[in-house]
């Protein structure tokens, strides 16, 4: 594996040492975590079809007895 050198904050550093010991595995490890914090954007359209149709189901539902 390459490697480079880099300078970096020391204060960078430190927050680097929370996630882990070498800077290497803390940048891997805060990639990974945002990657998991990351969520699609919402299909406002998709969502909107989704509830009009359920909706109009229970109307259905509602209108036989169940």
């Given at each position: 594996m390459a490697t480079k050198v880099?300078?970096?904050s020391e204060d960078a550093l430190g927050i680097a040492n929370k996630?882990?010991?070498d800077l290497s595995e803390a940048i891997r490890m805060?990639?990974?975590l945002i990657e998991e914090?990351?969520?699609p954007p919402i299909d406002m359209k998709a969502l909107e079809k989704m509830m009009r149709n359920c909706i109009a189901e229970?109307?259905?539902n509602l209108q036989r007895g169940y």
């Open positions: 880099v300078r970096i996630y882990a010991k805060m990639d990974r914090k990351s969520t229970e109307f259905e």
